[in-house]
């Protein structure tokens, strides 16, 4: 029984170790992510900004993501349409189908899909890039050399991702509307026009600017951490994939979240 009781409290103490040892990272990591925020912030004010990397990553993010976008775009609108329909006809409300899509387009589907699809696109490769440049030492020869990599790398990189992905909304909303028209006349023959007077004949200015607003917040949510995952990668040639990987889960989970303050907000107006 004494043995057994010795070895129970042994236990015991090295699960406290091990708690302790998991809240010390864990306030180690806030207070590294708080350094990187107030560091890139402070970078984005300066007279060193960096304006051709900052147009070469809008270039990277934007021009080629387009046709990712484009077909998920047509695919949302398509699916939408198809499954929308029947309830409707049942309902003898057939008429209601455009301004509902465009509405569902436009409030949430378009601004969370596309950045769920950036996340996964250009979180993964902020954290690759920055990560292989950490494991082969660019980063600290930056550093050596009096080049301040924040500025650099990390603010061009945020912004850009901040500016493009509005865009990039705006125009998977413009392709899922257009995806939905083609859905639409599966069954039915409607023209382009009436089909467009038809859906943003039920879209109000309200209904467009929080999903924009929204979607400069994930523009800078893939950005910040993606960059932070991959400026903060570790010291092996393995430390690449997990911080690519750390990024898109990371920032996924982040968007869900700053979407679902979002409409919480938005239901307030």
């Not at 990024?247 to 409409?263: E, G, P, Q, Y």
Request: with cysteine; net charge neutral.
């Amino acid at each position: 029984m004494p043995i057994q009781n010795q070895n129970n409290s042994l236990i015991i103490k090295q699960l406290v170790n091990d708690i302790k040892k998991k809240f010390i990272v864990f306030f180690i990591d806030i207070a590294n992510v708080v350094n990187y925020q107030n560091s890139v912030f402070k970078n984005i004010f300066t007279n060193t900004f960096e304006f051709n990397e900052f147009l070469k990553q809008c270039y990277q993010i934007g021009n080629k993501s387009v046709g990712l976008i484009s077909i998920t775009g047509i695919i949302i609108g398509l699916v939408l349409t198809i499954q929308s329909r029947p309830p409707l006809v049942d309902f003898g409300a057939i008429g209601m189908l455009p301004g509902m899509v465009a509405i569902s387009i436009i409030r949430e589907m378009g601004p969370v899909i596309t950045a769920l699809i950036c996340a996964g696109k250009i979180g993964s490769s902020m954290g690759a890039e920055l990560g292989s440049m950490r494991v082969t030492e660019q980063i600290d020869a930056m550093e050596v050399s009096n080049t301040n990599p924040i500025n650099f790398l990390i603010v061009p990189r945020v912004l850009a991702a901040t500016i493009m992905i509005p865009i990039l909304t705006l125009y998977a909303d413009v392709i899922g509307i257009f995806g939905s028209w083609l859905g639409v006349n599966i069954k039915d023959n409607v023209s382009i026009t009436l089909f467009i007077h038809q859906a943003f004949n039920n879209v109000d200015f309200i209904d467009l600017v929080p999903a924009l607003i929204k979607s400069f917040f994930f523009g800078a949510v893939i950005g910040l951490v993606g960059c932070y995952k991959g400026f903060h990668a570790g010291r092996g040639t393995e430390s690449v994939g997990i911080a690519a990987n750390s990024a898109v889960v990371t920032s996924s989970l982040l968007l869900i979240i700053v979407d679902l303050i979002a409409v919480q907000i938005t239901d307030l107006l």
